[in-house]
């Protein structure tokens, strides 16, 4: 009998072939579908009542877990306030209130804060300040970016251009800005590396590689992740993010760091750039901004950054052409504001830093398993790369299949699983969930 004749009724009356699944085998998910009808604390439940535990916040946005009830009243309060106004022209006291706090996080001087819909558009949105930037200094020239193999920055164009994952770009390529990559920085001899691998700093080198073959004077910016999350959590070697840092300062490049996912406590600090001490010049955001509650992104840059655009336009001249409908959304404000507030009432921050060794214990106990070729981890995020099936991603695809059906959800991309537990979880979640993972492993033969 298949799932589909076995499925209750309950799901034949949600599924249709109307709706159509982002960055799913849509086929596959028909046959055997996998639906999330209600959320609470650490738990996801399926139509049948079943828990399965949330491993990885949502996809991480959900740092406070699910339902709460803060965050609903602030949202239900605001809708019933000011519901709607669009931010060209007009302001409203929730954008103003929702970028003071969330500069009060960032680090000094950051704190010039554009509000956009999502970490995609974040990231485009980056791209673009940085090319404003560069022609308000007179240096309009440079219009390259430089990105890195194994990158994730979204699925607009410029983020498109940006990546460094195959099936991303692959079929899209070609239409977007220039882009050239370095190296990503996984390396054989650093598996099984916990935190910070030690070697491998010297492949920030690649950027004045690409600086000698492209000139300084045509590069904009070099954008990375402080750890590169979607691609299967590749922490960054001790010493590469301040050389990259570095060269970028020798030649005027602009550093960006898309902490799309690091951001808002993942790695123990506010921010990844401030738990490696890197002082980047543009920041984008999104995910936890809002603890998934509402669609929002944000793009947190230097005031010199700011200031040489806003002084470059004449009076009465729009400086910055660039904007979307839902750029500081007033419900999504309210929703951010009540969010950063509950990161500071309940220290969130500092209580992830402090789960994230035994996080780690747990997480590196999977070495050994038979099927468990390399893991990493730093703070509250964890990569485990699986031995490949006969083709690449199946192996991942059906892992994260049957963690599902054991009560457990993990992202996979490719043959890498991805584990980021909601960082207000607590010791005995963290480990169920090594429980559940270290038992459907053990069941499948490599
Ligand atoms: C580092 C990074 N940048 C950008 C994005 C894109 O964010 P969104 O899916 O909200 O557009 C993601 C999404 O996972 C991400 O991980």
Same mark, same amino acid.
């Given at each position: 009998?298949?799932?589909?004749?076995?499925?209750?009724?309950?799901?034949?009356?949600?599924?249709? &072939?109307?709706?159509?699944?982002?960055?799913?085998?849509? %086929?596959?998910?028909?046959?055997?579908?996998?639906?999330?009808? #209600?959320?609470?604390? /650490?738990?996801?439940?399926?139509?049948?009542?079943?828990?399965?535990?949330?491993?990885?916040?949502?996809?991480?946005?959900?740092?406070? @877990?699910?339902?709460?009830?803060?965050?609903?009243?602030?949202?239900?309060?605001?809708?019933?306030?000011? &519901?709607?106004?669009?931010?060209?022209?007009?302001?409203?006291? @929730?954008?103003?209130?929702?970028?003071?706090?969330?500069?009060?996080?960032?680090?000094?001087?950051? *704190?010039?804060?554009?509000?956009?819909?999502?970490?995609?558009?974040?990231?485009?949105?980056?791209?673009?300040?940085?090319? !404003?930037?560069? #022609?308000?200094?007179?240096?309009?020239?440079?219009?390259?970016?430089?990105?890195?193999?194994?990158?994730?920055?979204?699925?607009?164009?410029?983020?498109?251009?940006?990546?460094?994952?195959?099936?991303?770009?692959?079929?899209? *390529?070609?239409?977007?800005?220039?882009?050239?990559?370095?190296?990503?920085?996984?390396?054989?001899?650093?598996?099984?590396?916990?935190?910070?691998?030690?070697?491998? /700093?010297?492949?920030?080198?690649?950027?004045?590689?690409?600086?000698?073959?492209?000139?300084?004077?045509?590069?904009?910016?070099?954008?990375?992740?402080?750890?590169?999350?979607?691609?299967?959590?590749?922490?960054?070697?001790?010493?590469?993010?301040?050389?990259?840092?570095?060269?970028?300062?020798?030649? /005027?490049?602009?550093?960006?760091?898309?902490?799309?996912?690091?951001?808002?406590?993942?790695?123990?600090?506010?921010?990844?750039?401030?738990?490696?001490?890197?002082?980047?010049?543009?920041?984008?955001?999104?995910?936890?901004?809002?603890? @998934?509650?509402?669609?929002?992104?944000?793009? !947190?840059?230097?005031?010199?950054?700011?200031?040489?655009?806003?002084?470059?336009?004449?009076?009465?001249?729009?400086?910055?052409?660039?904007?979307?409908?839902?750029?500081?959304?007033?419900?999504?404000?309210?929703?951010?504001?009540?969010?950063?507030?509950?990161?500071?009432?309940?220290?969130?921050?500092?209580?992830?830093?402090?789960?994230?060794?035994?996080?780690?214990?747990?997480?590196?106990?999977?070495?050994?398993?038979?099927?468990?070729?390399?893991?990493?981890?730093? @703070?509250?995020?964890?990569?485990?790369?699986?031995?490949?099936?006969?083709?690449?991603?199946?192996?991942?695809?059906?892992?994260?299949?049957?963690?599902? *059906?054991?009560?457990?959800?993990? %992202?996979?991309?490719?043959? !890498?699983?991805?584990?980021?537990?909601?960082?207000?979880?607590?010791?005995?979640?963290?480990?169920?969930?090594?429980?559940?993972?270290?038992?459907?492993?053990?069941?499948? %033969?490599?």
């Amino acid at each position: 009998m298949t799932l589909v004749t076995m499925m209750t009724a309950h799901y034949q009356d949600i599924l249709n &072939d109307n709706f159509w699944l982002p960055f799913t085998p849509n %086929k596959d998910f028909r046959n055997d579908p996998k639906l999330f009808v #209600r959320a609470e604390g /650490d738990y996801y439940y399926d139509p049948d009542g079943r828990a399965i535990l949330d491993g990885v916040s949502g996809l991480f946005a959900s740092a406070l @877990g699910h339902g709460r009830k803060e965050l609903a009243e602030a949202v239900h309060r605001q809708m019933l306030t000011l &519901d709607f106004t669009a931010s060209f022209y007009r302001g409203h006291p @929730g954008a103003f209130a929702a970028a003071k706090a969330l500069s009060a996080l960032l680090p000094p001087g950051l *704190d010039r804060i554009f509000f956009v819909g999502s970490g995609s558009e974040a990231v485009d949105t980056a791209l673009k300040i940085a090319l !404003a930037y560069h #022609r308000a200094k007179g240096r309009g020239g440079r219009n390259i970016f430089v990105s890195r193999e194994r990158a994730y920055h979204g699925v607009n164009f410029g983020g498109v251009s940006l990546s460094g994952l195959p099936n991303n770009r692959r079929n899209f *390529d070609g239409v977007g800005p220039r882009v050239v990559h370095m190296r990503h920085t996984w390396l054989a001899e650093n598996r099984y590396s916990r935190g910070q691998p030690g070697h491998g /700093d010297f492949l920030a080198d690649d950027l004045l590689r690409l600086i000698t073959l492209h000139g300084a004077e045509n590069i904009a910016a070099c954008v990375v992740e402080p750890i590169a999350g979607s691609t299967g959590v590749l922490v960054p070697p001790v010493g590469y993010l301040e050389r990259l840092r570095q060269i970028c300062d020798r030649h /005027d490049i602009l550093l960006i760091m898309d902490e799309v996912i690091c951001g808002f406590g993942r790695t123990g600090r506010a921010f990844a750039s401030q738990s490696f001490n890197i002082r980047p010049d543009i920041i984008t955001l999104a995910k936890a901004i809002t603890n @998934g509650a509402l669609p929002m992104g944000a793009v !947190a840059v230097s005031r010199d950054i700011h200031d040489s655009i806003i002084n470059a336009g004449g009076e009465r001249e729009i400086e910055f052409f660039h904007g979307y409908t839902w750029s500081a959304h007033p419900v999504a404000c309210a929703a951010a504001l009540a969010t950063l507030a509950i990161y500071q009432e309940e220290n969130v921050f500092a209580a992830a830093g402090a789960l994230s060794g035994h996080f780690l214990q747990r997480l590196f106990a999977l070495q050994g398993q038979p099927l468990v070729t390399d893991i990493r981890g730093y @703070g509250l995020l964890g990569g485990i790369d699986l031995a490949p099936a006969a083709n690449a991603g199946q192996r991942g695809y059906e892992v994260q299949k049957k963690l599902f *059906d054991a009560g457990l959800h993990l %992202k996979s991309t490719g043959d !890498a699983l991805i584990i980021a537990p909601i960082l207000v979880t607590g010791l005995e979640r963290i480990d169920r969930l090594f429980e559940i993972l270290t038992r459907v492993l053990s069941t499948i %033969k490599p």
